[in-house]
């Protein structure tokens, strides 16, 4: 399962990452309009790879369940790869912008994490920058609509990601279906 995520992620990093160029290009070729398509191709790109960082928790809370259930019952402390991925990607059943833990130590995930992220938000920048004078050229009625809904979808997008990963609603409800069939989890939940 978390092999599936890192190909999956991956795949949608380098899908939104070529989409973004290719919009620019177009852009700067004579078709300014793309522009404007930028930012949300951004939104969705970001979107899509917190979506799949969730299922990498989920992923790692059953396995993590599994080796605490398996260590339990015979494997005697053998099973190591939930505290070696607490340790090495991010911990889990702490506070966390998808996969950067709040008050901790960053680790290379975590930094890949903000890269990403951070060159999404620059591209989105980048986009509606490019694309403001043709913005500008629709009517008031256009150009409000576009604003607003770029708006509402971030203003959407930011509080569940918030309420998901930060509130740590995502991970309350694996601990909640993993305690009944194993017990507590190992880790304090959110």
């Not at 889990?92 to 996969?99: D, E, F, M, N, S």
């Amino acid at each position: 399962m978390v092999g599936m995520y890192h190909r999956r992620f991956f795949s949608d990093v380098r899908t939104g990452l070529v989409l973004v160029v290719f919009l620019l290009a177009l852009g700067w070729w004579g078709i300014p309009q793309m522009f404007l398509v930028v930012p949300f191709v951004c939104l969705w790109a970001a979107t899509q790879t917190a979506f799949d960082a969730s299922y990498l928790i989920m992923a790692r809370h059953y396995a993590g369940a599994l080796e605490a259930f398996l260590n339990e019952h015979g494997a005697e402390g053998v099973l190591v790869g939930a505290a070696l991925e607490d340790a090495y990607l991010f911990p889990l059943g702490v506070r966390k912008v998808v996969a950067v833990p709040l008050g901790r130590p960053l680790s290379w995930f975590s930094f890949m994490t903000l890269f990403i992220t951070a060159n999404g938000v620059w591209a989105m920048v980048v986009g509606l920058w490019a694309g403001w004078a043709t913005l500008l050229e629709l009517g008031y009625s256009a150009r409000l609509t576009y604003l607003v809904v770029l708006g509402l979808f971030v203003a959407v997008s930011m509080a569940t990601g918030i309420w998901w990963f930060v509130g740590g609603a995502g991970e309350r409800r694996l601990d909640a279906v993993l305690a009944t069939r194993f017990g507590p989890a190992p880790w304090a939940s959110v």
